[in-house]
Every structure is written in C-alpha cells, then in structure tokens.
C-alpha cells in the first residue's frame, strides 16, 4: 500500500524558514519522480519543486532560490527545504509520486502525472 505522510509544517514570520519532510512507504521511492505542491485558499494546487530519480530539480520562478527539493533514498524520504519565506507561500503543502515515470527521464511536470498524495501539511507565513 502507498503511502505518503507530510510533516513539518507550521507558522512562522516573513523571512522565516520551515523544512518539510515527506515519509514514504508501499513502492520502490528511490526510482521514481517526486514532487512538492501547494495549495492556498480559492486557488488551484501547483507545483512548487519536482525531483528526479537520478537527482535532477525543477522549480518555478516563484520558489527558485529560496526552496530546495532533494530526497534521502536511504530513509525513502522527501524533503522540502523553504527559505525567505513569503506571505504568499500560506497553503496547504502536498508531496506527491509519480509511479509511471521512466527512472532517469526526468519529471513530467504535471499535477496529472502524480497519482499519489499525502494528507498534506499547513504552513502560514504571517508579515
């Protein structure tokens, strides 16, 4: 059975910083595409960081710099390093696995493409 479970989450002030993490279970993590969306009130999910089986990263212009995807294979392990945090980075924080992704063909890039979710995890960032 897969699973994904977020934590680290929570409230902090503008310029602050949180680390997320995402414990994995159920399918071989270490060869797959994973990401990391979020999700703020009224708005639609989007894609904030996106990591490859062989270690390669995407990131949009709005997080490039600031956040940092990388994995831990060892621990099947996602993490989701957030730095200079902003009032618009507030929503619900989601990692997700691409199961159909080639191992070393790189992220897809797409909500689509990811067919497995976790609970998610708050993060509000006040000014």
């Known amino acids: 059975q897969v699973q994904l479970v977020e934590s680290g989450g929570a409230s902090v002030q503008t310029g602050g910083s949180l680390k997320l993490s995402c414990v994995t279970s159920?399918?071989?993590?270490?060869?797959?595409?994973m990401g990391w969306f979020r999700q703020a009130p009224g708005k639609e999910r989007e894609a904030v960081a996106e990591?490859?089986?062989?270690?390669?990263?995407i990131y949009p212009d709005s997080v490039k710099g600031r956040f940092t995807i990388s994995r831990d294979n060892t621990k099947n392990t996602l993490y989701l390093q957030m730095d200079s945090l902003k009032p618009d980075d507030t929503a619900m924080y989601y990692c997700?696995?691409?199961?159909?992704?080639?191992?070393?063909?790189?992220?897809?890039?797409?909500?689509?493409?990811?067919?497995?979710w976790g609970q998610g995890t708050q993060v509000t960032v006040s000014s």
């Open positions: 990591i490859d089986a062989g270690g390669p990263t």
């Open positions: 159920g399918f071989e993590f270490s060869i797959y595409c």
């Open positions: 997700a696995a691409d199961l159909d992704s080639t191992y070393g063909g790189g992220c897809r890039e797409g909500l689509d493409y990811y067919g497995y």
